[in-house]
C-alpha cells in the first residue's frame, strides 16, 4: 500500500512501487483526465503538477512519488492560476481534437504559478508539450490571456 496526495485528498493505492504514476492515476483511481500519449515523456499527454510542477506521469514510478503532492486536471481549477488558465482556453477556443489539452493546461498552469507575467520566449521554452492538430499559436494566446 502507497499512501499519496491527490488534488488535497489522501488516497492509499495498491501497485507495484514500478508502476508509473499515469497508470494509478487512470487504471487504479480511475481518473481519466491525465492522458496517455507517447509513453517516454515526451508529448506531454499525461503531465500533470508534483509539487507544482508540470511534470510527465508516464515516466514517475510511484515510489518516487513519496509525499509530494500529486495535482490532476480534474482539480485545475480549484486553484485560481489553473481556473484563469481554463478560462482563457474556453475564450480563446484552443482545443481542436483536445486530447493534448489536460497536459497543456497543467504545463501552462505551473508556468504562470512560478512566472506570473511571461514573456513569449518564456511561454514558448515552457510549453512544450505536443499538439498534433497545431493549435500553438492559440495556446501561446491563452497563456497571454490568463496571465493579464
Known amino acids: 500500500m502507497v499512501n499519496l496526495t491527490i488534488n ?16 494509478v492515476l487512470r487504471d487504479t483511481l480511475g481518473m481519466t483526465g491525465t492522458k496517455y ?3 517516454i515523456a515526451q508529448c506531454g499527454a499525461c503531465t500533470v503538477l508534483l509539487d507544482g510542477q508540470a511534470t510527465r506521469s508516464c515516466q514517475v514510478p510511484l515510489e518516487s ?17 489553473g481556473r484563469k488558465v481554463v478560462e482563457a482556453w474556453v475564450s480563446v477556443q484552443v482545443p481542436q481534437c483536445g486530447y493534448c489539452q489536460s497536459g497543456q493546461v497543467m504545463a501552462a ?12 520566449s518564456e ?3 515552457a510549453m512544450t508539450n505536443l499538439c ?11 497563456v497571454r490571456q490568463a496571465a493579464a
Not at 512519488?65 to 492560476?81: C, M, N, R
Not at 492538430?133 to 494566446?141: E, P, Q
Open 8 to 23: 488535497g485528498q489522501p488516497r492509499a493505492v495498491e501497485a507495484e512501487p514500478d508502476t508509473p504514476l499515469l497508470f
Open 37 to 39: 500519449g507517447c509513453g
Open 65 to 81: 512519488v513519496g509525499s509530494q503532492a500529486v495535482t490532476t486536471i480534474e482539480a485545475i481549477e480549484q486553484d485560481a492560476v
Open 109 to 120: 498552469t505551473a508556468l504562470l504559478k512560478q512566472t506570473p507575467k511571461p514573456t513569449d
Open 123 to 125: 511561454i514558448a521554452e
Open 132 to 142: 498534433r492538430c497545431g493549435t500553438y499559436n492559440a495556446i501561446a494566446a491563452a
